[in-house]
């Protein structure tokens, strides 16, 4: 079995501030990790994953997450937030042997402060 | 290509009425994935097909909840009767193994 904590539900930061957003998972077997956001009034985005390789991933938009197998955490970093930012961002794994059902935190919804 | 429709965008209805939530995947996705958020909590597995069979539905919460996918095309998930703690986001995905593609999700209100 898996899962997966995001400890905080809310977060504000003023733009052009840092971010990071926690997760930490627990497993029993070897695991992807993902990152989704949804935008307000849209579906499930995905935002960058962990498959194998470099344990640093990052994405279009400037996000990057880490995968840190020790502490079993993948945190979702960005060094400059912007308005555009403002969503809720879920972090989920699954298992790597060709099963794609996916266990997510409870999510963090992201909001940007002028 | 287009995306994953779900429909209706937004239900509402009375606790002990029946509601049908129909997801169209990407064309030629042989997987299909229901997932539901209920307010506040994390978005949970229902049930996956592959084609029209159900590959695993362990994550449907009791026998009020019907899933159809004839054809091994679109999907329904059906709810009979509906209950106050059905209430939340139902999202459908599909994939063809190398990654999901989500719906907008239907947000059912039961009142």
Redesign the interface.
Same mark, same amino acid.
């Given at each position: 079995a898996q899962s997966?904590t995001q400890l905080d539900?809310q977060v504000p930061v003023f733009e052009e501030a840092p971010v990071e957003l926690r997760c930490n998972y627990s497993s029993s077997v070897s695991v992807y990790l993902f990152w989704?956001v949804q935008y307000p009034?849209?579906?499930?985005?995905?935002l960058l994953?962990y498959l194998s390789g470099s344990t640093l991933v990052e994405s279009i938009n400037g996000f990057e997450a880490e995968f840190n197998k020790s502490q079993t955490s993948f945190h979702l970093r960005k060094p400059s937030v912007h308005i555009s930012d403002t969503a809720e961002y /879920?972090c989920?794994v699954s298992d790597n042997f060709g099963n794609?059902?996916?266990? /997510?935190?409870?999510?963090t919804r992201l909001t940007i402060i002028p | 290509e287009a995306g994953v429709t779900q429909f209706p965008s937004h239900s509402v209805i009375e606790k002990g009425q029946t509601v049908t939530l129909r997801c169209d995947p990407i064309s030629g996705h042989d997987n299909l994935y229901w997932y539901r958020r209920v307010m506040g909590k994390e978005i949970k597995f229902l049930l996956h097909f592959v084609k029209e069979s159900k590959q695993d539905e362990s994550g449907m919460p009791n026998n009020r909840f019907l899933a159809e996918r004839t054809g091994g095309t679109y999907s329904t998930l059906k709810v009979q009767p509906a209950e106050l703690e059905d209430s939340g986001v139902y999202f459908c995905a599909s994939s063809h193994g190398l990654g999901y593609t989500f719906g907008s999700g239907t947000r059912l209100t039961v009142v």
């Open positions: 997966v539900s989704y009034n849209q579906g499930l985005q995905l994953k /879920f989920a794609e059902k996916l266990t /997510f935190g409870t999510g | -």
